[in-house]
């Protein structure tokens, strides 16, 4: 008997979703080649006119397509035409990703199995770069006549662990932070996984999900993974009076992580880094002091330019070069450090129209979240924005897609008009 697509849509669709988070770290060009066959697939399989126009009059939709249009918009008017371009390719998921998941989540299953599958995969690439950076290490000292046990940090930590899977530590710091935070929400508060395998493993997930955001010492999502951490869990002792039980965890667990940064050179220059003005060994790209300096020179070339449409997307980092430069910042210009803010790199590179349109999104995913009592979605929300505090997450496919699919997962699926034939949402 021949099995047609629209016989198992659900299988279907879950193998894309696995596959779509598995991309996410390995590749942008086969994350992008995911995407557009989660399109197609879910409009063949269900296209519906009216789900469709429902999709595209949304007023919420509708803020992220006039991201796009400005995107496109600048292109035509930076000088840098190629850099561009490039921007826009990464950019394509803002009008497409949205019509692809509103029509994917009329199953709500779709909602449990995208979170499932990114806490395994999430777990799977730790793993994968764990094991890569033992190989490396052992090679290493082979290599140099140096004892096998001898374990050198820089193998497991920063770029050098998040390099094994094909991904900077900051992206794969959020996604882990997301996975974890998801699964101690699922562990300490409601069950909104209802997996049993996932249930059945979650203290081995969280401790090498927590380990994994740990040695990859991304200061501000770390920060803010922990601080969340601590708020869920906290919530659980105190509602069942063992708040001295609370403390006494938290002490040791802070213990075990000094003995860790003692024990890891790179950790522990990546924490003390946070403060210093200068990066003095020079393997990092600054702490808080150096990007303060950064958005100062460059806000001050902003205001010489035009403020309402900004550099230009394509133009951005060489107005970003020649602001450290007037700055007497040679260690930014000499490496084109980007921003490291996704609020100022909306400003600087999009203006004010791009700024007052991110907003836009912002605050409106906030209240959507708010009102609909979804804690999981706040929490998403509130990662995703701290980290862009200290990171241009928009300005990488990395950012853009994470944020875009599980906006919209949480959005569409707290929106009854976009749900059909489906059994009831937990």
């Given amino acids: 008997m021949k099995i047609l697509p629209k016989q198992y849509p659900g299988i279907i669709n879950l193998i894309l979703i696995i596959i779509f988070c ?233 213990f075990v992580f000094g003995l860790l940064t003692a024990f890891n050179d790179v950790l522990y220059l990546r924490l003390k880094g946070i403060f210093q003005p200068l990066e003095e060994t020079k393997y990092f790209s600054g702490g808080l002091y150096s990007r303060i300096y950064q958005w100062k020179a460059v806000f001050l070339e902003f205001c010489q330019s035009n403020i309402l449409l900004g550099f230009g997307t394509g133009d951005s980092q060489n107005s970003y070069n020649k602001a450290y430069i007037d700055a007497n910042l040679p260690w930014a210009e000499m490496d084109s450090f980007n921003i490291h803010n996704m609020y100022l790199e909306s400003l600087f590179s999009m203006g004010l129209l791009g700024a007052l349109i991110l907003i836009s999104i912002l605050i409106r995913s906030i209240y959507y979240a708010y009102v609909s009592k979804n804690k999981p979605y706040l929490i998403f929300l509130a990662i995703f924005m701290l980290a862009g505090l200290t990171e241009s997450l928009l300005n990488r496919q990395y950012g853009i897609i994470f944020f875009i699919f599980v906006n919209f997962i949480f959005y569409y699926h707290l929106n009854e008009r976009y749900i059909k034939n489906s059994p009831p949402r937990n």
């Fill in 22 to 254: 598995s991309t996410l770290v390995f590749s942008n060009n086969l994350n992008s080649y995911c995407l557009f066959a989660i399109f197609f697939f879910n409009l063949y399989i269900s296209w519906d006119r009216e789900l469709f126009f429902s999709i595209i009059k949304d007023k919420y939709y509708l803020l992220f397509l006039s991201y796009f249009i400005l995107i496109v918009i600048n292109c035509f008017l930076s000088d840098n035409s190629h850099q561009a371009i490039k921007l826009l390719e990464r950019s394509i998921a803002f009008p497409f990703l949205p019509i692809a998941i509103g029509f994917m989540v009329q199953d709500r299953r779709v909602y449990k199995w995208f979170l499932n599958s990114f806490i395994w995969v999430l777990t799977g690439m730790v793993l994968i770069a764990l094991i890569v950076a033992l190989s490396k290490n052992i090679f290493y000292n082979l290599s140099n006549d140096i004892e096998i046990t001898i374990l050198k940090s820089w193998f497991f930590t920063y770029h050098y662990l998040a390099g094994n899977v094909n991904i900077t530590a900051i992206y794969l710091s959020l996604y882990i932070s997301f996975a974890a935070v998801i699964l101690l929400y699922n562990m300490y508060i409601q069950d909104i996984l209802d997996n049993k395998w996932t249930n059945k493993m979650r203290y081995p997930i969280i401790i090498i999900l927590s380990s994994g955001l740990i040695l990859l010492s991304a200061r501000t999502i770390l920060f803010t993974y922990t601080l969340i951490a601590l708020i869920i869990i906290g919530r659980y002792f105190y509602k069942r009076k063992k708040i001295i039980s609370f403390i006494l965890g938290s002490i040791s667990l802070f």
